[in-house]
């Protein structure tokens, strides 16, 4: 399993990030893709999680309202992709993407305090909100 993030960089407050992850290795039908974000000094925080197949989402109740995942596919590549609007200084953060094969997940449980679900994880894509 190979999961590649892009698309951070610097974006101003009151504005939106859009992120992507390239996974490859995995099936549509087996796996889970979520979004993680850990800022300087701080735990690394779930923020929203696909179901793949199903296309069921689960979002944190911290970005609920504010955030939206997506999926897009071609012949080789899954790529999943997160907006996340209304920015602040305070989504300054390293935003990363994990899988898990659907059989490890257990919804918001997940997301939320139980990282060793994730089996894969992506290196990472910085973040920076300005002002």
């Known amino acids: 399993v190979q999961l590649v993030e892009s698309g951070g960089g610097l974006v101003e407050a009151g504005g939106s990030l859009r992120l992507s992850c390239a996974a490859s290795?995995?099936?549509?039908?087996?796996?889970?893709i979520g979004w993680f974000r850990q800022a300087a000094g701080k735990e690394r925080e779930g923020i929203t999680a696909?179901?793949?197949?199903?296309?069921?989402?689960?979002?944190a109740d911290s970005f609920k309202g504010r955030v939206s995942i997506s999926r897009d596919n071609t012949k080789n590549t899954i790529a999943v992709n997160l907006q996340l609007n209304d920015l602040k200084p305070e989504d300054t953060a390293v935003y990363y993407c994990?899988?898990?094969?659907?059989?490890?997940?257990?919804?918001?449980?997940?997301?939320?305090?139980?990282?060793?679900?994730?089996?894969?994880w992506g290196q990472g894509t910085q973040v920076t909100v300005s002002l």
């Open positions: 994990a899988a898990v094969p659907h059989r490890l997940f257990y919804g918001l449980e997940s997301l939320t305090g139980r990282e060793q679900h994730w089996t894969s």
């Open positions: 290795g995995i099936t549509i039908r087996d796996y889970i």
């Open positions: 696909l179901n793949l197949y199903a296309r069921t989402v689960y979002d």
